[in-house]
């Protein structure tokens, strides 16, 4: 074996060590999240009372329209062009 491929060969070798440490950490940590996540109850998973109790205060239905600031666009007949032009004249300067 000549001594071009022996380095090869350890530095092949280093490498997979590498990845095995790289793999058997990230399974670690993975098992670990997966203990912690399930170990304990969340808190209060909602932040509004519990729909189970009739008892709990809730606030009062009301009716707000979707389309309350409508305004027609339907065609309407056009003003006479002279007041139009009047309309969006700027002042004279002075």
Avoid at 46 to 54: C, K
Avoid at 57 to 83: C, F, H, K, M, N
Avoid at 88 to 93: A, M, R
């Amino acid at each position: 074996m000549s001594a071009h491929s022996c380095v090869a060969a350890q530095k092949m070798r280093h490498f997979t060590n590498f990845d095995a440490i790289a793999l058997r950490s990230i399974v670690i940590i993975a098992a670990a999240a997966l203990v912690l996540g399930c170990a304990a109850e969340p808190l209060n998973p909602v932040a509004v009372a519990d729909p189970s109790d009739h008892r709990a205060r809730v606030p009062a239905a009301s009716y707000r329209s979707t389309i309350e600031p409508y305004e027609s666009l339907r065609p309407v007949d056009p003003l006479p062009w002279p007041q139009q032009n009047r309309q969006v004249t700027p002042s004279p300067k002075r």
